[in-house]
Nanobody, 125 residues
């Protein structure tokens, strides 16, 4: 079993920055990929970014690729998402998720096994 806990959400003005983090504990493996998804009111959950734990290989959604940076800290078993040049459209609940399987980095929520409770990110105009 893997426990996933997000932290760091909040309110920020458009154009600003915010950093959210995710801590994974329990039975973790080097094959893990950890990803961030988000869900805005009335919309489906969408992929934001993910990182392969062993190599640091990353994948981004096109909507955030030049603004967000995902990184991992092996010593702390955490993954962070640095969000820059935030837009009102980035407002959502952000979820961290773990994919424990070997293979490609997945952008589908169905490919992730463990999920955190989410953290709210609100961008005001």
């Amino acid at each position: 079993q893997v426990q996933v806990v997000e932290s760091g959400g909040g309110l920020v003005q458009a154009g600003g920055s915010l950093r959210i983090s995710c801590a994974a504990s329990g039975r973790t493996f080097s094959t893990f990929k950890m990803g961030w998804f988000r869900q805005a009111p009335g919309k489906e959950r969408e992929f934001v970014a993910a990182v392969r734990w062993s190599s640091g290989e990353v994948l981004y959604a096109s909507s955030v690729k030049d603004r967000f940076i995902i990184s991992r800290d092996g010593a702390k078993n955490t993954v962070s998402l640095q969000m820059n040049r935030l837009e009102v459209e980035d407002t959502a609940i952000y979820y961290c998720a773990v994919d424990r399987r070997i293979g490609v980095i997945r952008s589908s929520a169905a490919g992730y096994d463990y999920w955190g409770q989410g953290t709210q990110v609100t961008v005001s105009s």
